[in-house]
């Protein structure tokens, strides 16, 4: 098993930036691939960004790329979501996952586990 706990979510401007983290416990996180994803009201959850066991390789959606950075620390069981140059439309409450695979993957199926999730809320 997994636990994880995300944090760093809050109510900011247009433009403005934010840092997620997820806490992991458990088993030994550098053995998963992590992700964000995250759901809007009334919406379906939607892929964010991904990165594999080792941080060596990332992947964006499309909406956020150039944006948003996915980053993670084995050493301290943490994998992060920067945002910058936030948008209304990134509003939403984002999720944390961990894959027992090394690969990264996109796929909201593909993962194992996920965290409670934190409130984003951009205004304009």
């Known amino acids: 098993q997994v636990q994880l706990v995300e944090s760093g979510g809050g109510l900011v401007q247009a433009g403005d930036s934010l840092r997620l983290s997820c806490a992991a416990s458990?088993?030994?996180?550098?053995?998963?691939?992590m992700g964000w994803f995250r759901q809007a009201p009334g919406k379906e959850r939607d892929f964010v960004a991904t990165?594999?066991?080792?941080?060596?390789?990332?992947d964006y959606a499309g909406s956020v790329k150039g944006r948003f950075t996915i980053s993670r620390n084995n050493a301290n069981n943490t994998v992060y979501l920067q945002m910058n140059s936030l948008k209304p439309e990134d509003t939403a409450v984002y999720y944390c996952?961990?894959?027992?695979?090394?690969?990264?993957?996109?796929?909201?199926?593909?993962?194992?586990?996920w965290g409670q999730g934190t409130q984003v809320t951009v205004s304009s």
């Open positions: 996952a961990a894959r027992s695979q090394f690969g990264y993957s996109a796929k909201i199926s593909d993962y194992d586990y």
């Open positions: 458990g088993r030994t996180f550098r053995n998963y691939a």
């Open positions: 990165i594999n066991w080792s941080g060596g390789i990332t």
